[in-house]
């Protein structure tokens, strides 16, 4: 396994991630710890996006249509089946066959790009609106009642071997966490494998993969599928998180948010859409709180910044400034250790300078 | 010894047709075995929609190809790509966020395991002198150096057929004569046709150059036959005066 040899920074955040999974209950209040599952499950949403647009290339403006139907599927399977286990497996699954599926159609009849960003963002909307109508006792699936747009109440997190010991919030941010942790992982693997190769590929350029006889439409849909199936399983934590599951997983903003974590997190990145998850769920709830600006001129703002002043996004910049610096550090040793041989060579070296 | 009558590529009939613009016009062309066959022709004869006819970038308005005794006409590019046919596209077609080793990489993990395909592509990238910018990102290469990548990425997944749409474009007198040497040493195992401008560099390679016109095949022969040939002449002292 050369990938995970390679994998050097993703298992120094892994780690960090773990560490903070532990600190958690002694630095932070039990409330903030219980909010953070929800925003767990948005930063998977985050990664999943990450995973299909900035590797994958694929502009999915309706990802949250498979996170959306991850929480809905799991909600209806908790209730039918009175346990999550199952559930969690069932929603995963169910996303990720929703998206074949769709996905089938779009990259086997190869639709391009742009009507591919617009036919997902559309089908979010229509289950935003499907979903919107189903008030009443007789819209209900088994045992479950889908509660139109007040949504339905999601069942807790049990322990795998006992339907009736169900978990504590505190405990569901533990799974939340790990849950994260190792999709990162997953993925960061994912990208290293001859398969993310080749679809990195296709994103840089689809004819060229074609013509190396790949079949592109293969690999596109490999991703999306996958893609979605983290999305949904983002889905699951975001219900349990919150308690409900509602139709505004499937609402515009929703859809605009997880573009917009992506964009200033940075697109070819894993970790930054996770921290920019975090760091604007923070910023808006702490916007939230007052009343001197409103969050959506903010991150409107915020949004505006990224795409004209950092464009590839915080982290791929942070990496490429420290780079860069360690180039310069390297260049000057190289010149301290030819001056040193070659004292009258010097100032020919030393040109170069100037030139960084 | 080689059955050198063996035909490998053939069309016939084939047509492609954009609206009013016959762009390739009832082409019968075939091609034996370990040919090494120059596609001559002045600008907008049809010679790169023929070849996109070849490859399935283009489903041709009418006609058929064969390859291999297998027809392909509507086929998907990677189908045709897939029987071990490399193709080197006119406009520089690499990826260019990735490095010229990865990129390289790439084609040759295609038809092997990985092990193989890491030797393969040093073997290629040592051949092909690209070893100061194999960590370089293509983006940020010169026009030649992105061909020699192309180049690179075509015959590490050791094709027995290969279509090279001018590959010396944009390449100093230096590289030209580089890339005839390169394309002689792959005709060794593999079929060829190239398509380029530069009659030295066709001269230098090839015995048997087909002439494209307004679509069609106009003449085929040698170089010597095709440029004392008034009408062949003419269309290209036309074109390129
Ligand atoms: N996609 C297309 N749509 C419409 N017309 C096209 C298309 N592709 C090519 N043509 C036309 O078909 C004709 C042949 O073009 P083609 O590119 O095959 O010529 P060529 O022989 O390769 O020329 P060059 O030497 O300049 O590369 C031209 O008249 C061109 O304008
Ligand atoms: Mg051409």
Redesign the interface.
């Known amino acids: 396994m050369r990938e995970l040899r390679e994998m050097k920074a993703t298992w120094i955040i892994a780690a960090l991630g773990v560490l903070f999974t532990f600190a958690a209950p002694s630095i932070l209040e039990l409330f903030t710890i219980i909010t953070l599952a929800q925003v767990i499950g948005l930063a998977i949403l985050a990664l999943s996006l990450a995973l299909v647009w900035g590797f994958g290339g694929i502009l999915c403006f309706g990802q949250t249509a498979f996170f959306g139907v991850g929480a809905y599927a799991y909600v209806i399977a908790a209730v039918n089946f009175g346990g999550s286990t199952w559930a969690v497996l069932i929603a995963v699954l169910v996303a990720a066959a929703f998206a074949a599926i769709l996905g089938y159609f779009v990259f086997y009849g190869r639709v391009s790009d742009v009507y591919l960003a617009v036919i997902t963002l559309t089908v979010t909307l229509i289950l935003f609106s499907l979903i919107r109508r189903t008030s009443g006792p007789e819209y209900k699936v088994g045992n479950a009642l889908l509660g139109g747009f007040n949504g339905a109440s999601a069942p807790p997190l049990n322990y795998p071997w006992d339907v009736s010991a169900f978990m504590f919030p505190e405990q569901v941010f533990y799974v939340a966490m790990i849950a994260l942790i190792l999709v990162y992982i997953f993925c960061s693997w994912l990208v290293r494998t001859h398969f993310g190769r080749v679809c990195v590929a296709i994103r840089e350029n689809e004819d060229r993969a074609e013509l190396l006889a790949y079949d592109t439409r293969l690999y596109k849909l490999g991703i999306f599928t996958i893609g979605a199936a983290i999305a949904g399983l983002g889905g699951i934590f975001f219900c349990i998180g919150v308690s409900r599951v509602t139709p505004d997983v499937f609402s515009l903003s929703q859809s605009a948010l997880t573009i917009i974590w992506v964009i200033v997190g940075g697109r070819g990145t894993l970790i930054g859409p996770i921290l920019a998850t975090f760091a604007l769920y923070y910023l808006t709830s702490t916007l939230g709180s007052q009343s001197v600006l409103n969050t959506n001129l903010v991150l409107g703002t915020i949004l505006i910044i990224f795409v004209l002043g950092v464009p590839k996004g915080v982290v791929p910049a942070v990496s490429d400034w420290i780079q860069s610096r360690r180039g310069r550090k390297a260049l000057r040793a190289r010149e301290r250790r030819l001056q040193r041989r070659r004292p009258s060579g010097g100032q020919n070296v030393g040109s170069t300078e100037g030139a960084e | 010894m080689k059955h050198k009558a063996h035909t490998v590529l053939e069309t016939r009939g084939l047509s492609m047709h954009f609206g009013g613009v016959h762009a390739v016009d009832r082409v019968d062309f075939s091609l034996r075995e370990n040919e090494l066959r120059c596609l001559i022709g002045p600008n907008g004869a049809g010679k790169s929609t023929f070849f996109k006819c070849l ?1 399935g ?1 283009l489903n041709p308005t009418a006609g058929d190809v064969v390859i291999r005794d297998i027809h392909v006409t509507g086929r ?3 189908e045709v ?2 029987l071990g046919v490399g ?1 080197k ?1 006119q406009v520089p ?6 490095t010229a080793e ?1 990129n390289i ?3 040759a ?2 038809w092997h395991k ?1 092990p193989r395909a890491q030797t393969l592509t040093s073997q290629i990238i040592e051949r092909l002198r690209l070893g100061d910018i194999r960590s370089t990102l293509v983006g940020n290469m010169a026009h030649g150096q992105r061909q020699w990548v192309e180049l690179g ?1 075509v015959i590490v ?1 050791e094709p027995w057929l290969v279509l090279l749409d001018e590959p010396t474009a944009g390449m100093t007198h230096e590289e030209t004569a580089r890339t005839s040497e390169l394309i002689k040493e792959i005709n060794q195992s593999a079929t060829i046709i190239v398509v380029e401008h530069d009659m030295q560099f066709v001269r230098s390679i090839s015995q048997h150059v087909t002439l494209f016109h307004e679509g069609a095949i106009m003449m085929e022969g040698t170089m010597d036959e095709i440029s004392s040939d008034p009408r062949a002449r003419e269309i290209y002292l036309g074109s390129q005066a």
């Open positions: 490859t970038q998907e590019p990677h790509a897939g193709i596209t077609n690499v990826f260019d966020g990735l990865e990489w790439t084609a993990r295609r990985a990425m997944a």
